[in-house]
């Protein structure tokens, strides 16, 4: 079974082509500035180089053919043609309180989709024009939709429920949905396997830190409580993201500073986090470097995130009354040894012992801590793209 696996964004598209019977990846590729002069292709075929072009793509739909001409190209293709493809699957940012799960893409689906436009305006649009660019290109092939906020639904009111009045909730949705849902998953059913363990009796922190950041209490298998929010910018500080702040400094800075809401909006989500603060950069490793170096803001940036993910893993703790494994992962939590050090160190009261050693060799999917610690400590790379195709066949076949 081949299954393509799409991730559109405003302005690019992501694709990977999986062969289910290995799961092996045939071919992968990233179409750039669709809609924007200079638009670009990257295609990578199992086993061979890269193959770059320039190319312009006015729309997603010009995208999508470009994907389908590569794939089936004489010199870059996978598949002798697009029929040979028997499922898409397609992240979607928000689900709102619509999805708790995957689903098979059909009318009344695309509907709440649209529906959830008000509560991620930058994200569904794409996903939508991503399903229906396949559509054309694809005709009727079964199309399957995954849900960043969809793990995330089991979340007790009492963790979902912001304390605003409560007509914010009941007539503008206005509540904590929490992200990156695919790779919190993923990562839990991985250590569960990994430990020996069945997940409906494990107490997990999982770290997801890359550019974005976000920690999942996840009980029994369910998610109860995560970091990000009604949007992205709650929780931990991230590249350029603030994170969690007091709501009153917004008023403050933009009398201060006579700015608009809408500056304020574009400083919290893009000009604070350990960018904001170091003014270094948005990129873990060169804040590495600047520390390095003696770059005090760098190091003050690395503090405070590192602070904040510590807080939250004691808060989740605390919220399922002890914790079996604490798991890293994404760019940050997969690579950044140091960082994983001053997060997991100092944990022992906890019965999280870090094995400073293990640690520092970690490579692909490992546990670092150490021998008799009582609750493990793992190092888990994510794949969202799987756990999409995995979906997308489960559903696509039934
Ligand atoms: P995104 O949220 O955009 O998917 P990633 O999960 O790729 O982001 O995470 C990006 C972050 O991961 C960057 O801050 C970068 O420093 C860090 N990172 C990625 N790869 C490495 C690596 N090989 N070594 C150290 N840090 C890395």
Not at 42 to 47: N, V
């Amino acid at each position: 079974m081949r299954i393509l696996v799409i991730n559109a964004g405003s302005s690019s598209l992501k694709y990977q082509l999986f062969r289910m019977e290995d799961q092996r990846v045939l071919a992968k590729g990233l179409c750039e500035r669709i809609g924007i002069e200079g638009g670009r292709v990257i295609h990578k075929l199992d086993g061979r180089d890269k193959y770059q072009a320039m190319v312009d793509m006015p729309t997603h739909s010009a995208a999508m053919k470009v994907v389908s001409d590569l794939l089936t190209g004489h010199e870059t293709g996978a598949v002798r043609s697009m029929s040979e493809i028997d499922a898409v699957g397609h992240r979607v940012v928000h689900g709102g309180e619509y999805f708790n799960e995957s689903v098979v893409v059909d009318d009344k689906v695309i509907s709440a989709i649209e529906e959830c436009i008000p509560l991620a305006p930058l994200h569904n649009p794409p996903n939508l024009i991503g399903i229906r660019a396949c559509s054309e290109i694809l005709g009727s092939v079964p199309q399957v939709a995954v849900f960043d906020t969809a793990f995330h639904q089991t979340m007790p009111q009492m963790a979902y429920l912001y304390s605003l009045p409560y007509k914010y909730y009941e007539h503008m949705k206005v509540r904590r949905y929490g992200f990156h849902g695919t790779s919190h998953r993923y990562v839990a059913c991985r250590a569960a396997e990994i430990l020996g363990r069945d997940l409906s009796g494990l107490k997990l922190i999982t770290c997801h830190m890359g550019n974005g950041s976000s920690l999942a209490a996840v009980k029994e298998g369910s998610s109860i409580d995560t970091s990000m929010g009604f949007t992205p910018l709650e929780g931990v500080p991230m590249g350029t993201r603030s994170g969690n702040i007091d709501p009153a400094i917004i008023k403050f800075i933009m009398e201060k500073d006579d700015i608009t809401i809408d500056e304020v909006d574009k400083i919290l989500n893009k000009k604070s986090g350990v960018l904001g603060i170091s003014g270094v950069s948005s990129d873990f490793r060169d804040l590495d470097q600047a520390v390095e170096n003696g770059n005090e803001r760098a190091r003050a940036a690395l503090d405070v995130f590192c602070y904040s993910v510590k807080k939250y893993i004691g808060a989740y703790a605390a919220a399922m009354a002890g914790c079996d494994a604490l798991i890293f992962t994404a760019g940050v939590g997969e690579n950044n040894i140091l960082i994983r050090e001053r997060i997991a160190s100092g944990l022992a009261y906890m019965g999280l012992e870090l094995d400073e050693d293990k640690n520092r060799s970690a490579n692909g999917e490992c546990v670092i801590s150490s021998g008799n610690s009582p609750g493990k400590i793992l190092v888990i790379p994510t794949n969202e793209e799987l756990v999409i195709a995995t979906d997308t066949q489960r559903l696509a076949t039934n």
